[in-house]
């Protein structure tokens, strides 16, 4: 009988090395990492938050991503907006190796944009950028007192100009007529899927509605409502707030095209508050 053993690094680690490791480009995929069309969005999109978080970590020169107010509160490097584009997440298998080539760039005083290349074999399979900002709660434990934090100022002497963040301004602050071809002053429901969130599975350990779940949520009600559309190759999120652990969330279909496959919808609260705009297309099925 024999046993293969596996050489684990020291006990004394420290974070900042495993900080470092978890920025390997390169992972071998398995069932974890795949759904039914291929490379799964919802892991993807977690994998890349942590990454994000990582890299303003290291960029602030912390050993840790414990981000923390002057006043020595938690703070949360929260996802204010997500794109994907040419995605080809059908492509990717088990066994294949994911590389993930990174950067980050400062887009304002606040806030932060990491660019993330996918490729399989030195094949393209996508391209997700994410922007971020810190954020704190105003009142303990309350997830819709979430507001607005600044921890330091930039390092940067100059900021990246960015469609994404541009366009998750204009849409907060309702400057923006349309977008994938969808007038957003429409905002009435065609359909609503309402939905009870899990604490233990699509929450956070900040104790936040996670954002990679905002796009699943809205893949769920749509896949409730349609039949299959195919992968997805083209998505954008834009967050406007969070819930709390024991409200319920809905999903609003506000338009679609069938010609495009492209679909408009808003997740919002029980109070009718919107937190969420996303705007996705799918590819026709082979």
Known sequence: MSAALLNFPPAGTSARDLMERALDPHILLGMPHLNGNGLSETWLMKEL???????????????NADFKTADGEEAYAA??????????????????????????????????LTR??????????????????????TIKGKNHSIARVTLCEPRAQWFELSPLAKNAADIRNGRLGRHF???LLADKAVRTFKFHPSISQEFNGAGLFYFAEFQ???????ENWFPPKGPVIRREVFFLGNIEKNESISFDLIDCSEEQRTVYGQLRRENGKVIAKIFSTWKVPC
Do not use: Y
């Not at 994000?52 to 050993?63: E, I, N, V």
């Not at 399979?125 to 810190?134: A, R």
């Not at 699943?216 to 749509?222: E, F, G, N, T």
């Open 49 to 63: 938050g942590h990454r994000h978080w990582l890299m303003l970590a290291r960029r602030l020169g912390m050993d």
């Open 181 to 183: 071809g969808f007038p």
């Open 116 to 137: 993330h290349e996918l490729s399989v074999d030195g094949r393209s399979v996508g391209k997700v950028e994410l922007i971020s900002t810190f954020v704190h709660r």
């Open 216 to 222: 699943a949520l809205a893949d769920r009600a749509l």
């Open 79 to 112: 996802i204010c907006a997500t794109s994907l584009t040419a995605a080809r997440f059908n492509l990717v298998r088990a066994n294949d190796i994911l590389t993930i080539h990174s950067i980050m760039s400062a887009v304002s005083r606040t806030q932060t």
